[in-house]
Structures are given as C-alpha cells and as structure tokens.
C-alpha cells in the first residue's frame, strides 16, 4: 500500500493524482460544502486564542481548496496575524496548492519541518489524512489472528497469503470480540507517524477529521473490513484493489479509539463528535450538500472529528 500510494515514481499521490473532486478519482467534504472550511476557521479561531500562537498548519491539504477557505473564514483581524503553514509530500498536489494560494502558505514536506518552523506551538487540522496511511491486514483464525501479506508476481495478478502467528501492533480492535473470519486492518503507520512529531508540539490544538469509528462499533457487519480502492468515482473492493497499483486511491476507515490512544502521551482528547454535530452551526440546512453532510445516517455520521489539546508536561 505504500509503494502504491507513496512511491517516488509510480505511486498515485506522486505521480498520478491530478486533483481531487469531480474530475478525480473520488472527492471530499470541502469540495462539495463551504460549511467545513467556517466549522474548522471558528474552531481555529478559539484554538489559535487559547494558545497564544499565530501559526495555523494544515496536514495532506489537498488542493489547497479548505486551507485558503478556512483563511477566508477567520475574522479579518486573526486572518493578517495567522501564519499558514502547509504539510504536503506529493509535487502534483503542491503545485496545485501553490496556484491556489501563492504567497499566502508555507510549505514543508513534513511536520517535525513545520513545527520547527511554527518554534513548536501552533494550531494543527487534518481532513481525511489518516485513512491515506498504509495499513496492516489482519484475519481472525483458529490459530488466532494471522497478518495478510501480498505476493507480486511479474506477469501475474497479486496473491494474498496469511503469515505465521506472531505478536501484533498495539491496536484496541484486537481487545474487542470478532467472529472467525473477520477481517480488520490497523493504520500502524500512522501510530509511527505520531511519534515522529507529536514529541516536538509543544502548544495548541489538533482536530482531526476523517470517515471510521470506535473500536467496538468499526466492523459492525462488516466481516471483509474496510479496505478499498476508489478510481474514477467507482469503489472497488476484494482482489480488484491490486488491479492497477499507483493508478488508484487505497484507503480504509479510521479507528478513532486508537487514534485517541496512540497520541495520549503528548495530547488529551476535548471532544469526539459526528461530524454532523461539529458543522450544526454552520451549516445551512436549505442546502442540499450541507444537509447531506449532516445526515446522522449519512456522511454526518460516518466521519467523525477528534479535538485534542497539547497535554501538560508532566
């Protein structure tokens, strides 16, 4: 999943993603709505506040279409005191962005870089980030749960195979009962990520919104897990997710319990809410993308947003 998504040459952030929305291969909530960019600058307004700190980053941003939205949306004050600071690793993406916001943003390709730059304090979001990160794929056996790995054959489609037993990555979806066959996946290079950055944050705030759940709720009826492709808009799931390596977005639901638990070190959780709850005020509900993105039964229950606060040193 790395080499497919990240690969310096051929992985699709790299190399073959040219823009998100409509003419891409799947969109996200900023590009159908304006209400995330006003829930996420009114958010950013109190953080930045509460901090005493000017600078605002923004991780994996796209396009750069929620980052300049949110600028737009902070009081006229706050917006020429804020300094934006933007995390991106892919070329194509940071030209767009640069296009989009010119000499508005920073760049870095990465957060221990920004925060260096920020001296450590500042005011950190994310939108669909975490389920860009490669995963580990686990299946639940009468050995106990086995680690799925993949065989790539010259000439051949893709082969899955089930590893040996062995110890696994801290992850509360193994805490939680599963019935045989069930497959989970668990976002462990996200968990290494943290830890290379969250260390050096000294100040602020960190929300962080994405599709998944709490452990205990993730794979209700859902025995295959979360694994997908999307390509062109169209979904694809099971073997046809190895069919075109580097042409398509990889991508699977997030498990908020962990996310809470692998950054406690350094940061403690304000709030976990539907995201439909977090844009309630600045939604306009006449509008039909704002109403579908604060369905309960829809998008407004399917993401969730997770607001975190620096934690005192100890």
Request: charged letters at 20%.
């Amino acid at each position: 999943m790395a080499r497919a998504l990240y690969d310096p040459h051929a992985g699709y952030y790299a190399s073959r993603i040219a823009g998100i929305g409509r003419r891409g291969d799947f969109t996200t909530a900023p590009m159908l709505s304006a209400a995330p960019a006003r829930a996420i600058a009114a958010w950013a307004a109190r953080a930045l506040r509460e901090a005493a700190c000017r600078d605002l980053i923004e991780i994996g941003p796209g396009e750069g279409t929620l980052a300049a939205a949110v600028l737009s949306q902070l009081p006229w004050r706050l917006r020429w005191q804020t300094r934006l600071h933007l995390v991106e690793t892919s070329p194509l993406l940071t030209a767009l962005q640069q296009k989009r916001l010119g000499r508005r943003a920073r760049w870095h390709r990465t957060m221990p870089d920004a925060l260096a730059a920020c001296g450590g304090r500042a005011v950190v979001f994310s939108n669909e980030l975490a389920d860009a990160f490669p995963v580990r794929r686990f299946q639940l056996t009468a050995a106990g749960w086995r680690e799925l790995a993949v065989v790539i054959a010259a000439g051949q489609r893709a082969h899955e195979c089930l590893l040996p037993p062995a110890p696994l990555p801290p992850s509360s979806s193994f805490d939680h009962p599963h019935p045989s066959g069930q497959w989970i996946e668990v976002h462990d290079s996200y968990r290494a990520w943290l830890a290379t950055w969250l260390p050096a944050w000294q100040a602020g705030r960190l929300l962080t919104i994405d599709y998944g759940a709490s452990a205990a709720a993730l794979y209700h009826r859902r025995p295959h897990g979360t694994l997908r492709a999307y390509r062109f808009q169209q979904r694809l799931e099971g073997p046809a997710i190895y069919d075109h390596p580097g042409q398509q977005d990889l991508t699977a639901d997030v498990n908020f319990t962990d996310l809470t638990a692998w950054s406690a070190p350094w940061a403690t959780t304000a709030s976990l809410l539907p995201l439909g709850e977090f844009l309630h005020s600045c939604a306009d509900r006449a509008n039909p993308a704002d109403h579908a993105l604060c369905d309960p039964h829809g998008a407004g229950g399917a993401f969730l947003v997770l607001d975190q606060q620096r934690a005192a040193a100890p």
